[in-house]
T-cell receptor, first 113, second 114 residues
Framework: GQNIDQPTEMTATEGAIVQINCTYQTSGFNGLFWYQQHAGEAPTFLSYNVLDGLEEKGRFSSFLSRSKGYSYLLLKELQMKDSASYLCAVRDWATGGGNKLTFGTGTQLKVEL | DAMVIQNPRYQVTQFGKPVTLSCSQTLNHNVMYWYQQKSSQAPKLLFHYYDKDFNNEADTPDNFQSRRPNTSFCFLDIRSPGLGDAAMYLC?????????????FGPGTRLTVL
């Protein structure tokens, strides 16, 4: 199975930039997703990476290095509403027929004034 | 417009009393998933349907069952809830499996077992 590691929590200042890292081990990498989850709410999709490199989407960017088993989510111009848990999820050909998403435990981001 | 709907949002049941959670979708997606998420933990996949094809995770207890009577609806049945089954239950859908098909989550049902 997968082993997905993320920092448990991070704190950053409004207007700043924060990078949330995720490392993983898979038998057959088949894509990586980032989700945002506010307390008591459902996860919402942020980004998808399957090839190496940076995917940019507004204030959020996600980077992938398959050789290093590493991804990061970059949040720019932080806003108070960005305070949430950020979940890294990996799909692996070796599990669930290549369709199953395995989630990390999430990084709780707190944005302060 | 709501796309993945879960009812109820909060469910209280008694130890051992069967309970059913429901999920419906307006996206006409082929795949529907049920996840269990306990406090400060990752969502854990219980099972998923591709159309009518049921796929159970190896470590999902027999206490958990699912039904998908049509494309739009999927149910999670907990036959004899234990205290350890108290959690948030998330329903999700995707158009297809694999590729960049993202999963759309419902708001979840928080289950309390007394």
């Amino acid at each position: 199975g997968q082993n997905i590691d993320q920092p448990t929590e991070m704190t950053a200042t409004e207007g700043a930039i924060v990078q949330i890292n995720c490392t993983y081990q898979t038998s057959g990498f088949n894509g990586l997703f980032w989700y945002q989850q506010h307390a008591g709410e459902a996860p919402t999709f942020l980004s998808y990476n399957v090839l190496d490199g940076l995917e940019e989407k507004g204030r959020f960017s996600s980077f992938l290095s398959r050789s290093k088993g590493y991804s990061y989510l970059l949040l720019k111009e932080l806003q108070m509403k960005d305070s949430a848990s950020y979940l890294c999820a990996v799909r692996d050909w070796a599990t669930g027929g290549g369709n199953k998403l395995t989630f990390g435990t999430g990084t709780q981001l707190k944005v302060e004034l | 417009d709501a796309m993945v709907i879960q009812n109820p949002r909060y469910q209280v049941t008694q130890f051992g009393k069967p309970v059913t959670l429901s999920c419906s979708q307006t996206l006409n997606h082929n795949v529907m998933y049920w996840y269990q998420q306990k406090s400060s933990q990752a969502p854990k996949l219980l099972f998923h349907y591709y159309d009518k094809d049921f796929n159970n995770e190896a470590d999902t207890p027999d206490n958990f069952q699912s039904r998908r009577p049509n494309t739009s609806f999927c149910f999670l049945d907990i036959r004899s809830p234990g205290l350890g089954d108290a959690a948030m239950y998330l329903c999700a859908t995707s158009r297809e499996t694999g590729g960049n098909n993202e999963q759309f989550f419902g708001p979840g049902t928080r289950l309390t077992v007394l």
